[in-house]
């Protein structure tokens, strides 16, 4: 796997998938190098702690929207995670300016400091919000995923491959419903839920890791992988971890959707589908009759839309009780 021997750096590197990502990602590969670059210096000291001793772990304090510290931590890198976002919807709706300088300009940044430095490959992390996005922060990770699918037929000389992964709600994850219900059930607080049948997809932090470890692995640039990953009830996820405890239905958020989505009708005529995930890519590769003629026999039907809704794997109650017992003890 090409991320043996290799020095790698991961944007947003302290939140919950970069801890994840470099936890796995040492255990598997034993890297040169990984590089966690973030904003918060606490986050970076609290993590730094866990792996004293560790000589292949480095930690650089930067922002993405500042391309010149992007640059001065790309140095000898082979491979970039980007993580870093804005990610938390009424932030982003109240704090419009904020959310676009991060999730746009900061992309933009990536790309231009990783083509610079030569980087060999770019994983970008997208969000089931940026497939027919209703709020900002959708629509400014449906941006980035457009610069990044874009990106690798602009630069024509530039060897830097550009991929995009995209899942739902990761379980456990910082700003995530499970944290928020569990806490409220510990508090013996009532759980609220904003509607009865809403559905959201979902995966575990680990399986996030390893759709990253695939594209690593296959990406040829200018395409998003979607890992196919079952739905569950918000209100069954609530009973699950409530057990006798009240719920509350509270209503719909502004900016929140009934279901979520990862691929539209609109990118259908782009999407290859195989045993364990999709391919979505860019209207580029269409172009080349070979592409189109390789992928033919396994595009989906020109009408899929794949929702949470309508989504033919759903997520077993057994292993969603074992999961909150083994992970939050």
């Known amino acids: ?19 994840e990502f470099v ?16 904003r918060d210096e606490i986050k970076q000291w609290d993590m730094a702690l866990e792996y004293q001793g560790k000589k292949n772990i ?5 922002d993405v929207r500042d391309k010149s510290s992007l640059l001065d931590a790309l140095n000898g890198v082979d491979y970039v995670v980007h993580a870093a976002a804005t990610k938390i919807v009424p932030t982003a709706e109240l704090n419009p300016f904020e959310c676009i300088k991060t999730n746009v300009l900061g992309s933009i940044n990536v790309i231009e400091a990783c083509i610079e430095k030569n980087i060999k490959k770019v994983i970008s992390l997208s969000t089931d919000k940026a497939s027919n996005p209703i ?11 457009k610069l990044f699918l874009a990106n690798d037929f602009k630069k024509k000389n530039s060897k830097t491959i550009f991929s995009v992964v995209r899942y739902g709600n990761v379980m456990g994850s910082r700003g995530s419903v499970i944290p928020f219900f569990y806490e409220c059930f510990q508090n013996k607080k009532p759980i609220t839920v904003t509607d009865k049948n809403m559905t959201r997809f979902m995966l575990t ?24 990953c079952p739905s569950i009830k918000i209100i069954d996820l609530a009973k699950i971890i409530s057990g006798s405890s ?14 979520e989505q990862l691929i539209g009708e609109a990118d259908a005529q782009y999407t290859v589908e195989s045993n364990n995930y999709y391919t979505v890519y860019s209207p580029h590769h269409f172009l080349n009759k070979s592409f189109l003629n390789k992928n033919k026999k396994n595009l989906v039907d020109s009408n899929f839309i ?12 057994i292993f969603v009780k074992n999961w909150i017992k083994n992970n939050y003890k």
């Open 1 to 19: 796997m090409i991320l043996k021997n290799s020095k790698i750096l991961i944007t947003g590197g302290t939140g919950s998938f970069g801890k």
């Open 23 to 38: 936890k796995m990602t040492l255990k598997k590969f034993n890297p040169k190098k990984i590089i966690i670059f973030s």
């Open 58 to 62: 480095q930690f650089a304090i930067g």
């Open 135 to 145: 709020n900002l922060y959708g629509a400014s990770k449906l941006a980035a995923d």
């Open 205 to 228: 932090l680990q399986e996030a890791v390893e759709l990253v470890w695939k594209a690593f692995d296959i990406g040829k640039g200018g395409e998003i992988f979607i890992k196919k």
């Open 246 to 259: 009240k719920i509350k239905i509270v209503g719909i958020r502004p900016g929140e959707k009934m279901h």
């Open 306 to 317: 794949y929702t949470s809704e309508n989504n033919k794997k759903w997520m077993n109650e």
